[in-house]
């Protein structure tokens, strides 16, 4: 009797809370700048399962950027970080704490998935960009055409949330585009703040 008691638990948990199948929506992540030398020291993003990626690459300058594994993100919510501009001399020091609306991203990124007729999504990532101020958080698939067939199914954006990288080398949604507070000094008790 108590060892039924154990193995039904267990095969609830197969079934349900342990399934393979996944709310991730990416493994890759990328930061970059598409305005010149900037530092990110501390950046991340918040999913609505409660897990937690870092975009905090250090030393960027170019779009897509730096490039790294982040874990399994799924559907984003929040985004909290510290960045400068320049290398050297910071400019500028910049902070945000900032929701984003997760069920528009998961359309989003849901739109973007279903887009391409032959391309997969092994290659999907976000892609966070600081320029100045402003900070944006993308999603791709990374289909190059040079190398992909990127062609688009019909009809498969009818909202116009797809649009081309700031590249212009691939597709991409926007699932945040905001402003950070802007500082001459750094912020208490941020990474600068020595």
Do not use: Q
Request: glycine fraction near 10%; charged fraction near 20%.
């Amino acid at each position: 009797m108590n060892s039924k008691l154990f193995i039904i638990p267990m095969i609830c948990c197969l079934f349900t809370g342990c399934s393979i199948t996944s709310a991730s929506n990416a493994s890759i992540g990328n930061a970059g700048s598409t305005t010149g030398p900037h530092i990110i020291k501390r950046m991340t993003v918040s999913d609505t399962n409660g897990g937690r990626s870092s975009f905090a690459y250090g030393a960027v300058s170019s779009y897509p950027g730096a490039s790294a594994d982040i874990g399994r993100i799924g559907k984003p919510k929040k985004i909290e970080g510290y960045w400068s501009k320049g290398w050297d001399d910071y400019e500028k020091y910049y902070h945000i704490t900032a929701s984003i609306d997760s069920k528009l991203a998961e359309k989003k990124i849901s739109t973007l998935r279903d887009y391409y007729k032959n391309h997969g999504d092994y290659l999907a990532a976000m892609v966070l960009t600081v320029d100045g101020p402003r900070v944006r958080l993308l999603y791709t698939m990374n289909c190059f055409s040079k190398l992909d067939d990127c062609t688009p199914r019909k009809n498969a954006d009818p909202n116009g949330w797809i649009v081309r990288s700031p590249d212009d080398t691939t597709e991409v949604v926007v699932l945040f585009d905001g402003i950070g507070e802007a500082s001459d000094t750094p912020f208490p008790g941020s990474p600068y703040d020595k």
